[in-house]
């Protein structure tokens, strides 16, 4: 498996394979910079079709928390972990302790938080090893605790943004947003939305979680391969990466696409196609970046609850300056947001 020859690979500082025979854990933890500070991202846990694969996403997740933490203005750094569930995986407290203990090895370069596939639990098992992890349950007002809320709301202010910047509204009053995927972000954004007037339509695998949505919200649902395509204002994906291809975005019908996905281009190119069918993009790491606060501030211990969501309220119009900026110089969203990020990256801390 090669690593440096690999289409990801950015010049990553780190790259730690972890393997344990007897809890049965494989897993990568992929630190891309600490130019910032210590380099700070969440553990995914997934059934990848290949090491290969594992290592593509590790190290493209990896890069993309370093411009997510930068724009952001935290004094992070970015990294990564996945956690690969392979065909006899089998998922234990000795398996994620001795996951705490690889992170440990990295001496507090890299600190890892809640991502897809992992829980409040799981974060509390790693915890028994190293000091360097977060979203813990937090008490009296303290940031922590499961940082998806947070993420749902600074995605719920960047869709605002997008709808008042695109559609001239000032709320999202009727406004129909498609939503692929109800985990834990995408459940609490169906709260926000559908409290703040948005019809919504939705898609998941697990069709507990769909008919959930449909219950409390009323929410429609429609079938996996039709979520992308629904007729409606605005998609947010809030599944997993690379849903926005050259296979997909010509048959998007909406006028913006801002979700809390990781990765949603498969190739920078996607960035050209949405622009050229008139959809406005919101960069995922600019919008999704209310989690990876909230985790910076329990980590650094100096912002309470209430900061945190002071913090987050910033995405929308970091955001809207995105779309202003894009507009009057006629670059793309994703390339503005790049920029700026390599800019703070480069500056240091
Ligand atoms: P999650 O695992 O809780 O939810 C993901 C959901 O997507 C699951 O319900 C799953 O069944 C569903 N899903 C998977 N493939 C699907 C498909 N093809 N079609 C429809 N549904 C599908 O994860 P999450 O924590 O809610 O994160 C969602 C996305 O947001 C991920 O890409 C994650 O990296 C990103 N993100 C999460 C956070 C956070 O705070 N949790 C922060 C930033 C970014």
């Known amino acids: 498996m090669s690593v440096f020859s690999n289409s990801a690979f950015d010049d990553h500082e780190r790259v730690l394979f972890c393997r344990d025979e007897q809890t049965g854990l494989s897993a990568i933890i992929a630190v891309h910079s600490t130019v910032l500070g210590p380099a700070a991202g969440g553990t995914r846990q997934w059934a990848y079709a290949s090491d290969e694969d594992a290592l593509y996403d590790v190290l493209r997740l990896s890069q993309g928390m370093s411009y997510k933490n930068a724009m952001a203005g935290l004094k992070f750094g970015g990294g990564k972990a996945v956690i690969i569930k392979s065909e006899n995986f089998k998922a234990s407290d000795a398996l994620y302790a001795r996951f705490g203990e690889f992170v440990e090895t990295l001496s507090g370069d890299y600190i890892t938080a809640e991502d897809v596939g992992m829980s409040p639990h799981i974060m509390q098992t790693i915890a028994t090893r190293t000091q360097y992890v977060t979203g813990l349950p937090a008490e009296g007002g303290k940031a922590g605790g499961d940082p998806s809320p947070k993420t749902a709301r600074g995605i719920l202010g960047g869709i605002e943004a997008a709808v008042r910047f695109k559609l001239g509204r000032e709320t999202l009053q009727d406004t129909s947003i498609a939503v692929q995927g109800i985990g834990n972000v995408g459940y609490h954004l169906c709260a926000m939305l559908h409290e703040a007037g948005a019809t919504l339509t939705v898609a998941d695998i697990d069709q507990t979680k769909v008919q959930r949505v449909c219950d409390e919200f009323g929410a429609s649902a429609v ?85 945190v969501m002071e913090l987050v309220a910033q995405i929308g119009p970091r955001l809207t300056d995105i779309f202003e900026t894009s507009v009057a110089t006629g670059r793309l969203t994703s390339e503005i947001a790049d920029e700026r990020a390599r800019q703070i990256i480069a500056a240091g801390p």
Do not use: F, H, K
């Open 223 to 307: 079938a996996l391969d039709e979520i992308l395509c629904c007729d409606v204002d605005l998609l947010a994906p809030c599944a997993l990466g690379a849903v926005l291809t050259a296979d997909t975005i010509p048959r998007l019908q909406v006028s913006i696409v801002a979700g809390a996905a990781n990765n949603q281009l498969q190739t920078p190119e996607d960035g050209q196609r949405l622009e050229d069918a008139g959809i406005l993009y919101a960069p995922d790491y600019v919008i999704n970046g209310g989690g990876i606060i909230n985790v910076a501030c329990e980590y650094a211990g100096d912002v309470d609850d209430e900061g």
